[in-house]
């Protein structure tokens, strides 16, 4: 199936400031566009750490039952703890919802885009309603499934990624969409945990702090105790900058 292109009459895009209070805007738009009732709003985070998975997280709404949450904001403008109590209301709001993850060794095996692709996937696979249209916070789609090749029709045991519903992509989403911000809350607060959990495992790196990302301390202790299991290897891991195997990705990471 083609790429989706963005509908034509969503609400065009206008300035964001951190204070804006998040709307249900586009979330109505986007059902009226296609006439569906059940909303989906996708975000990810850890795309741009040295370690860690990149994870992806998903609310589904019911557009015809669905209340005003303007709460919800991008969750790094919230504070740990704001984030974590908004989890259990965010569950409670939405009538889907999921959090999926691809590895670091998946993430070098495929590139950036294709694990983002399998960690949206697999967060879909947790809602309990699937969504009959999607807003994906950022510029690129990286959700949609690409038209299948030759040795996708030969490999019988493939794992099937990516959706064959209409996404919609909103720059700064998780700033002005609540579905979206709602799914933002729910990806970084369980990434966070995995990675405070990792780094009692392997304190030298600071991922109770820094959580996986480029910090100066993190490159140093890299550079003094050598890269992890966890640490995705086809980055360059120890100098400012970073580049990842396989297809890159417009949005700056979370």
């Known amino acids: 199936m083609?790429?989706?292109?963005?509908?034509?009459n969503m609400p065009s895009?206008?300035?964001t400031t951190k204070n804006q209070p998040t709307t249900l805007e586009h979330e109505r738009a986007l059902a009226a566009a296609y006439q569906a009732r059940f909303i989906g709003a996708v975000d990810e985070v850890g795309r741009g750490a040295l370690a860690g998975p990149i994870t992806v997280g998903i609310t589904v709404i019911d557009i015809h039952e669905v209340r005003e949450f303007p709460e919800l904001r991008d969750s790094k403008l919230l504070r740990p703890e704001t984030r974590e109590e908004l989890v259990p209301q965010v569950r409670d709001w939405a009538v889907g919802y999921g959090v999926g993850h691809a590895s670091a060794d998946e993430i070098d095996d495929l590139g950036v885009t294709k694990a983002l692709r399998l960690a949206g996937t697999r967060a879909i696979e947790h809602c309990a309603i699937a969504p009959e249209a999607i807003l994906l916070d950022g510029s690129y789609d990286w959700l949609t499934a690409p038209e299948p090749d030759l040795f996708d029709v030969l490999a019988d045991d493939r794992e099937p990624v990516g959706v064959h519903v209409p996404v919609t992509t909103i720059i700064k989403g998780d700033m002005t969409c609540q579905a979206i911000?709602?799914?933002?809350?729910l990806a970084k607060v369980e990434r966070d945990g995995i990675m405070s959990e990792l780094a009692k495992k392997h304190p030298d790196f600071g991922w109770d702090i820094n959580k996986g990302y480029a910090t100066n301390t993190h490159r140093a202790a890299i550079d003094t105790f050598g890269p992890c299991d966890y640490h995705r290897k086809s980055w360059n891991l120890t100098s400012p900058g970073h580049t990842a195997q396989g297809e890159g990705t417009t949005k700056e990471a979370k």
């Open 13 to 15: 895009a206008r300035r």
């Open 181 to 185: 911000a709602g799914a933002s809350i």
């Open 2 to 8: 083609s790429q989706m292109r963005p509908a034509t």
